[in-house]
């Protein structure tokens, strides 16, 4: 994984639900965790993550199969701007997700919706799965 240059802001806490947009069973996931460097921010403080963070969730409605299971996801769409080095700002209809298994590889096949550029530049296995990339 590689940094990026784009300006990210952290505003999904613990709590906050995500559209699950891989084609993997689940549907919605709420935020448990951080993972990772920079798990959590100051003493006392929620630890807040953005696009292109990896997260520990559970699912909430869904496939059988994962409902009530703890799984790890990665952010791809945030409903926060996203300032880009050229001056533009990026905002999406919702916050989305994708599941992920060791390695930082997809479970599902395909994202429904758009992906943001900074997690193909991040993450270069997600660009097989993505529709759309902007």
């Not at 996203?82 to 916050?95: A, K, L, T, V």
């Given at each position: 994984m590689t940094g990026t240059a784009t300006h990210v802001s952290k505003t999904l806490v613990p709590g906050t639900v995500l559209t699950c947009a891989d084609n993997s069973g689940a549907k919605t996931v709420m935020i448990i965790n951080k993972v990772g460097k920079g798990g959590g921010g100051r003493r006392g403080k929620l630890a807040a993550s953005g696009l292109g963070d990896i997260i520990t969730g559970s699912v909430k409605s869904g496939s059988p199969d994962y409902i009530k299971k703890k799984v790890q996801a990665l952010i791809i769409r945030q409903k926060r701007p996203?300032?880009?080095?050229?001056?533009?700002?990026?905002?999406?209809?919702?916050?989305a997700c994708i599941l992920v298994k060791e390695g930082n590889l997809p479970i599902g096949t395909e994202v429904k919706g758009p992906m943001a550029r900074e997690i193909v530049e991040m993450y270069i296995k997600m660009a097989g799965i993505a529709s759309r990339v902007v």
């Open positions: 996203i300032r880009r080095p050229n001056g533009m700002r990026i905002i999406f209809e919702d916050n």
